[in-house]
C-alpha cells in the first residue's frame, strides 16, 4: 500500500529555509500521474495549500506563499521536497505531504511539526 | 483565496444524524464538482472520507454522505457512533487551479 512520510528539521530560525522531503513507499512516483501536494496545519487551526508538484515537475503554489516556495521531485528516490525561504514565527506549523488522485487527497503522511524560532 | 466557512462545531448523540455545512463561492464549490472531506482524529493526519461531491472511497462507511447545492456544500453523518468524533473538513478546487479548506468543524459525540 502507498506510503508517505515527511522528515526534516523540526526547528527552523527566523529569515532562514525551511526543507521537507516526503517519501513515498509502495509505489513508484514515476509509474504513473502521481502529484504531491504539500499542505500545512497552524496549531490549533486548520488546513492550508501549499501547493502540488507532479512527478514530472510541473508544480503550481499558493500564490499567497509568493516566491518563497519552491518543490522539486527526485524520481530515482521516489521522494518529493518542499523549501519554503525567509520564514517567520507565522511558518510555525505540521506539515503534511499527500497524494492527490484526481481532485482529492487518498494517502496523507503522518505530518511533521515545525517550529521557526531562534 | 478565502478559506471555505464551517461551523466551529456540532454536536449529536449517538445514533442520531448530523449534517456539516460547508459554504463556499462560484469560484470554488458553486464552479466545479470537486469538493471533498476529510476526518481528523487529535494528533493524526486527515483521512479522506467524501471525494468529488458525494463519493466514498473504499473503506469510508455508508454512513457517511455528501452533496452540494449552489455554492455550498454539505456532510451528513448518520447513526452517530463514539468513533465519530474529530475535526472535520471540506475542500473544494477553485478556478485559480489551487485547493481551498474550510475552517474545520469540530464533531461531539454527546
Known amino acids: 500500500q502507498v506510503q508517505l512520510q515527511e522528515s526534516g528539521p523540526g526547528l527552523v530560525k527566523p529569515s532562514q529555509t525551511l526543507s521537507l522531503t516526503c517519501t513515498v513507499s509502495g509505489a513508484s512516483i514515476s509509474s504513473g500521474d502521481y502529484t504531491c501536494t504539500w499542505i500545512r496545519q497552524h496549531p490549533g487551526n486548520g488546513l492550508e495549500w501549499i501547493g502540488y508538484?507532479?512527478?514530472?515537475?510541473?508544480?503550481y503554489y499558493n500564490p499567497s506563499l509568493g516566491s518563497r516556495v519552491a518543490m522539486s521531485v527526485d524520481t530515482s528516490k521516489n521522494q518529493f521536497s518542499l523549501k519554503l525561504s525567509s520564514v517567520t514565527a507565522a511558518d510555525t506549523a505540521v506539515y503534511y505531504c499527500a497524494r492527490r488522485l484526481a481532485m482529492s487527497y487518498d494517502h496523507w503522511g503522518q505530518g511533521t511539526l515545525v517550529t521557526v524560532s531562534s | 483565496q478565502s478559506a471555505l466557512t464551517q461551523p466551529a462545531s456540532v454536536s449529536g448523540s449517538p445514533g442520531q444524524s448530523i449534517t456539516i455545512s460547508c459554504a463556499g463561492t462560484?469560484?470554488?464549490?458553486?464552479?466545479?464538482?470537486?469538493v471533498s472531506w476529510y476526518q481528523q482524529h487529535p494528533g493524526k493526519a486527515p483521512r479522506l472520507m467524501i471525494s468529488?461531491?458525494?463519493n466514498r472511497p473504499s473503506g469510508v462507511s455508508n454512513r457517511f454522505s455528501a452533496s452540494k447545492s449552489g455554492n455550498t456544500a454539505s456532510l451528513t453523518i448518520s447513526g452517530l457512533q463514539a468513533e465519530d468524533e474529530a475535526d472535520y473538513y471540506c475542500?473544494?478546487?477553485?478556478?485559480?487551479?489551487?485547493?481551498?479548506f474550510g475552517g474545520g468543524t469540530k464533531l461531539t459525540v454527546l
Open positions: 508538484i507532479s512527478y514530472r515537475g510541473s508544480a
Open positions: 475542500s473544494s478546487y477553485t478556478s485559480t487551479n489551487t485547493w481551498v
Open positions: 468529488d461531491v458525494s
Open positions: 462560484s469560484s470554488d464549490i458553486g464552479g466545479y464538482d470537486f
